[in-house]
C-alpha cells in the first residue's frame, strides 16, 4: 500500500511530518535520486534510499525503534533540567537525525521501567488511557495495611476530580518494617500510585515499575542502563495498540 512519504519517514523516527514537510517544500527531499513534491505516495519496500537536506539515508526494514531503560531513583524524565539535575536521557543511545520519546513518566523518587521509542504515534498510543495498558509496580508501604483499605484502593478513590483506582493489589512481604505490595493499573496520572496510598494514610517508601504492558523489567538489567526490546517484543507492542 502507498503512503505519504512523510508518514513513512516520520515512522521511521526521521523526524516529524511538519518538519518533513517543509523540507519537501524547500526541495530538500529526494526518493531513489529524483525530487520529491507534497502530496506523492510511496511503498516503503520501493525506497532504496533518500536525501534529506542533503544527508544520504538507507531505509531499513525495522527503522521503529524501541528500548526499555531502568530508571534509577534522583533521575528525571525530561530532556533538560534548569536545576543542573541528571535525565534519563543522558544514558540513552545516540540517534542520527531522530530523538527518543518518553513511553511516560516516572517521577524523581521512582525507579524501574521506562520504555523510549522514536516512533511518535507508540508512544502516544500506549499512553493513551482508551487503550487499557496495564503497568505494574511493586511498592514499600508503612502503616496499617487493613482490609478495608485495600477494598478502598480496588474501589476507587476520588483524587484531583477523577476516581482512581488500582485493578489487583497483591501482598509480597508483611513483616512489621517491611510491607512490600505489587500492584497494577491502567493509566499513568501523575503520581497516581503514591496518591492512592497516601490517601488511605499508607505511607509508600520505595516504588519500582515492573511492568508495561507485556513488557517485562528484566531481573539482569542494572540501573541506569538500557537494552533493545526484541523482534517479537517489538511485535507484541505495536500489535497491542493496532499499528
Not at 524501541?66 to 524524565?77: A, D, H, L, R, V
Request: aromatic fraction near 10%; glycine fraction near 6%.
Amino acid at each position: 500500500m502507498k503512503e505519504k512519504i512523510q508518514k513513512i519517514l516520520s515512522n521511521c523516527g526521521l523526524e516529524s511530518r511538519r518538519n518533513i514537510e517543509k523540507k519537501i517544500n524547500l526541495g530538500l527531499l529526494k526518493v531513489n535520486g529524483k525530487l520529491v513534491f507534497l502530496g506523492e505516495r510511496f511503498r516503503k519496500k520501493d525506497i532504496k534510499y533518500i536525501i534529506f537536506n542533503k544527508k544520504k539515508f538507507f531505509l531499513k526494514n525495522d527503522c521503529i525503534k524501541i528500548i526499555m531503560y531502568n530508571k534509577p531513583i534522583g533521575e528525571i524524565c525530561t530532556t533538560k533540567d534548569a536545576f543542573g539535575r541528571t535525565t534519563v536521557f543522558k544514558n540513552l543511545p545516540k540517534l542520527l537525525n531522530s530523538k527518543w520519546i518518553s513511553v511516560g513518566r516516572l517521577d524523581i523518587n521512582t525507579s524501574g521501567l521506562l520504555l523510549f521509542t522514536n516512533f511518535g504515534e507508540l508512544a502516544y498510543r500506549l499512553m493513551h488511557p482508551s487503550y487499557m495498558i496495564k503497568r505494574e509496580y511493586l511498592v514499600q508501604v508503612s502503616g496499617k495495611v487493613l482490609k478495608k483499605k485495600i477494598f478502598m484502593l480496588l474501589s476507587g478513590i476520588k483524587i484531583n476530580n477523577s476516581i482512581s483506582k488500582f485493578y489487583e493489589v497483591t501482598m509480597i512481604q508483611n513483616q512489621k518494617k517491611n510491607k512490600w505490595y505489587k500492584v497494577s493499573l491502567f493509566q499513568g496520572k501523575n503520581k497516581e500510585v503514591r496518591l492512592l496510598w497516601n490517601a488511605v494514610n499508607i505511607t509508600v517508601h520505595r516504588l519500582i515499575r515492573i511492568s508495561y504492558g507485556p513488557i517485562q523489567l528484566p531481573k539482569n538489567l542494572k540501573l541506569g542502563t538500557f537494552v533493545k526490546l526484541s523482534t517479537l517484543e517489538k511485535k507484541n507492542l505495536i500489535k497491542l495498540v493496532n499499528l
